[in-house]
């Protein structure tokens, strides 16, 4: 298990992984971290990640909206929302924050995920919107018709004011991985993502974004430096 440093002034401490995480791995991380939030006084904490390719079921998830079963693993967990990919090229901030010192407030917290996606995604001129009748984060496409397509997804979890899931934000991943699915249950439109806008981006560009965007929206980020995690994490 590798080694991992928390800040020392109480602020949310940022992590990172350098390769694909295993999605159990991933969560068993971020179960042991609510936990410890909640009754033991551990940081609060943003986890920046990806996973090798998979399918997640949230509580909503519909089997019909399951398309290929058998393209990639399906995880079921207990986030909100439907169906969503998760794969290499997508940018995962898994957001473990405590509700109960920022007001209780779960409306307010995902709304303010929804604002900080957008105000990364601005960081490389890309507008992202919201809708009222969908969830995530929509790119209207130029040209006839106006296509909007879904550039990233928005599902968590709050256990005892404690969150955790969080934003998945399509960097440059394989598109098409989308439709073994129908992403997050919505039908009639697209997927995209930074790349397919024709946004050349790094992910460690796209985590100075996430982390620049962050304090001005949840408040201050702590002192600690980016940890590096390689590999999985328990």
């Known amino acids: ?7 020392s002034d109480g602020g ?8 694909p995480v295993a999605y159990a791995d991933a969560l068993a991380f971020m179960e042991a971290r609510v ?4 009754g033991e006084g551990a940081p609060e904490t943003v986890w920046l990640l990806e996973h090798p390719s998979l399918y997640t079921a949230g509580s909503s998830a519909r089997a019909e909206e399951l398309l290929e079963p ?9 986030r909100g929302g439907r169906y969503t990919y998760h794969g290499p090229g997508q940018r995962i901030a898994y957001v473990m924050l405590d509700l109960g010192c920022r007001g209780n407030d779960v ?3 995902v709304s303010g995920l929804e604002n900080w996606i957008i105000a990364a995604l601005a960081r490389f001129g890309v507008c992202g919107e919201r809708r009222s009748d969908r969830v995530g984060i929509w790119v209207v496409r130029p040209g006839a018709g106006a296509r909007e397509d879904k550039i990233a997804a928005i599902g968590v979890r709050v256990r005892r004011w404690v969150t955790y899931h969080g934003v998945a934000i399509n960097v440059a991943p394989a598109l098409d991985h ?19 806008l024709g946004v050349v981006a790094a992910m460690d560009e796209v985590d100075t974004a996430l982390r620049e965007t962050f304090e001005p929206i949840f408040g201050a980020a702590g002192a600690s430096a980016t940890q590096d995690i390689s590999g999985r994490a328990r």
């Open 1 to 7: 298990m590798p080694k991992r440093t928390l800040a």
């Open 178 to 196: 989308f439709s073994g699915i129908v992403p997050c249950g919505v039908r009639g439109h697209g997927v995209t993502s930074l790349a397919d």
């Open 107 to 109: 409306r307010g917290f």
């Open 70 to 78: 058998a393209r990639f693993p399906v995880h079921r967990t207990g």
């Open 35 to 38: 936990a410890g939030i909640r």
């Open 12 to 19: 949310v401490q940022w992590l990172t992984s350098g390769r």
